[in-house]
Each structure stands twice: as structure tokens, then as C-alpha cells.
């Protein structure tokens, strides 16, 4: 490891990541790291998505509490669904007050995610998202250390193991380290909304079924270019401050119900438009094309990422298009 980066960077897969490495992702001793482990990929790919390059926040007040929450019923049928957009660093704990949420939770006989988050997510999936060239081989000496001294402080992870994943895999982890840190009273639980809604679900016999694989999202990371994963890495080691508060923005826009000013935040111009697809636009159209298979024949409760509602290009437009009729509730 030395102070220059290599001119040119790739992710690159080996066979398998060491035996002690394997020992940690399955071990699975501490149920908090379970979790994390079942819903890694998930978290990851939604966290680059919501969490752009720093330096370009914008500021909205927050006004009154109302996330995305949607009734979606069709001329001519007798079945109503609901569509949820999620904040993926918000709690179970935010989302069980809702009383009218809670109740189109119960009414469903399916759920629908995003991904199906049990321990079938780990094992060969988290092997590829974990054998990436180490971040050691990508970063410089100083590079390292601020990363390494990072994922101390707000990461459950050793950097044993996170130094065999991708850059976005650290970020992701310490992002949400840091938010935790700087605001407790929205990480009581230890369980994401979107796991909670699935676990609900399975308590009480109901089907859950999601829209990708974790490897489909494991080729969205894939398309994200390496140099711009290493940049935002150390932009948030760099500026913790500058991360928090822009995620404070975000979720002052979350609970006002405003997700098309979040993928309107400037931030969102450092993707190319070829990222964008990969990250939001292409998925939207694949889940366009399977959503209709399920709404024709169930009261479904679906909890997708709030930025696939939003624009001409979410699901919300979309299913319009279909002839659904998709209307804004209060969950409260």
C-alpha cells in the first residue's frame, strides 16, 4: 500500500475472501449482526441512491408529517393495495404509530418488497459483495486510516472485513453509523421499516414476496464506477458534519411527503444519466412490468424506497399510466 492510487480502478472479484472474513458473515452470533447482514445489500444500494456526493444540500423546512403513502385501486375490481415509499434509516418505531398505515398492513394478504430480507440473502450473495479488491490496494496510506478510523467509531463491522469489500460498502455502513450516533431517538428498535413491515407480515401467515434478487442489486453496485465510490468514501470521512446535516435535509423532505425535491437536490447531478437507469429507472420499469401480476389478484401492502415513487419515471406515474387509480393517503 502506498501514497498513489493505481491509474486505473476496477472491482475485482476473487474466488473467495479469506476464511476468517467467511467466519464473520455467517457466524451470526450477535442477532444485531444478522440483521445487518441479512439486509446489507438492500440498505447499500438504497443508501447511494439517498445519500449523494456532499456539498450540494439544499434546504427545505419541514412541514407536516406525511411520508408517501398511496391507495391504489382499479375500475372494475374489488381490490385495493397500498404503495409505501420508506426511508431505509428510519425505525420500526416510526412506522408502528401510523394508524392507517398499520391498518393496510393487516388488511394485506401480501407484501412486496423491494428484496426478501431473511438469512437467504446472506452466503453466496454477501460472498460477492465482500470479494471486491481491498480497500487497502484502492486507497492511499492516509486514505485508509481516516476510513479505518471511521469505521471504528460508527461501524458494528470490523475493518477486517469491510477492508474486502467495495468503497460503497463502507460508505453505506458508516453513513448510517454516523446517523445513528447523531440521532438515537431514530434507532431504537435496531429494525429498518422495510424489515419490519416484512417481519409483520410473516408473524401473521401472510406472503412476502420481493421485486429483485440480491444479486440484481449487486449489479446495480457493480454499475457504479469505482473512482466516484472511493470520492464519496472519503468526502464523508471528511466532512461528517456536512453528511449528517444533508440527511437531516432528506429526512425533513421524507416526512413532509417532498421526494421529488430530494431527487431534485443538485447532489443527484453527479450521477450520469446512465447511473440514474441503473440506480433507479430501469428498476422502476422492471417492477412496472411484475406490479400488475400481483395487484390483479391481491390486497398487497407495497414498501419500496421513496425516490421510486417520484417523477414521470416512478411507479406512482407509471401505474397511472396502467390505469390504476393511485391516490395520496395520511398514514397517521
Not at 260 to 275: A, N, Q, V, Y
Not at 290 to 319: M, N, S
Request: aromatic residues 8%.
Amino acid at each position: 500500500m502506498n501514497n498513489v492510487r493505481p491509474k486505473e480502478f476496477r472491482i475485482a472479484r476473487t474466488p473467495a475472501f479469506p476464511r476468517r472474513v467467511q467466519g464473520v458473515v455467517a457466524g451470526g452470533r450477535n442477532p444485531g449482526n444478522g440483521c445487518l447482514m441479512a439486509t446489507m445489500i438492500f440498505f447499500i444500494v438504497a443508501a447511494f441512491l439517498f445519500l449523494p456526493s456532499l456539498g450540494h444540500g439544499h434546504a427545505n423546512p419541514p412541514s407536516a408529517a406525511n411520508p408517501p403513502f398511496y391507495r391504489i385501486t382499479r375500475a372494475g375490481s374489488t381490490d385495493t393495495s397500498y404503495l409505501f415509499g420508506t426511508f431505509h434509516l428510519l425505525e420500526a418505531g416510526y412506522v408502528d404509530t401510523m394508524p392507517t398505515l398499520m391498518a393496510a398492513l393487516r388488511h394485506a394478504d401480501i407484501v412486496v418488497g423491494e428484496l426478501v430480507m431473511d438469512s437467504a440473502v446472506t452466503g453466496d450473495a454477501l460472498q460477492g459483495l465482500l470479494s471486491a479488491a481491498p480497500l487497502d490496494s484502492v486507497l492511499t496510506k492516509t486514505e485508509y486510516r481516516l476510513v479505518a478510523k471511521a469505521v471504528k467509531k460508527y461501524a458494528p463491522i470490523p475493518m477486517m472485513l469491510l477492508n474486502y469489500a467495495e468503497p460503497i460498502v463502507a460508505y453505506a455502513i458508516i453513513m448510517e453509523g454516523m446517523y445513528a450516533e447523531s440521532h438515537p431517538e431514530n434507532h431504537k428498535t435496531g429494525v429498518p421499516m422495510d424489515l419490519y413491515f416484512q417481519q409483520v407480515a410473516k408473524d401473521s401467515g401472510k406472503s412476502v414476496i420481493g421485486l429483485e434478487r440480491a444479486d440484481d442489486q449487486e449489479q446495480v453496485l457493480d454499475s457504479i464506477p469505482i473512482r466516484e465510490q472511493v470520492q464519496d468514501l472519503m468526502e464523508l470521512v471528511r466532512h461528517p458534519k456536512s453528511a449528517t446535516a444533508q440527511m437531516d435535509t432528506m429526512l425533513a423532505d421524507y416526512r413532509a411527503g417532498k421526494i421529488t425535491e430530494i431527487l431534485d437536490d443538485p447532489s443527484f447531478g453527479s450521477f450520469s444519466p446512465k447511473e440514474m437507469a441503473s440506480l433507479l429507472y430501469d428498476r422502476n420499469r422492471k417492477w412496472l412490468d411484475t406490479l400488475p401480476k400481483i395487484l390483479d389478484r391481491h390486497h398487497a401492502f407495497i414498501a419500496v424506497g421513496a425516490g421510486h415513487l417520484a417523477g414521470d419515471e416512478g411507479l406512482v406515474a407509471g401505474l397511472r399510466k396502467m390505469g390504476y387509480e393511485v391516490a395520496l393517503q395520511t398514514p397517521f
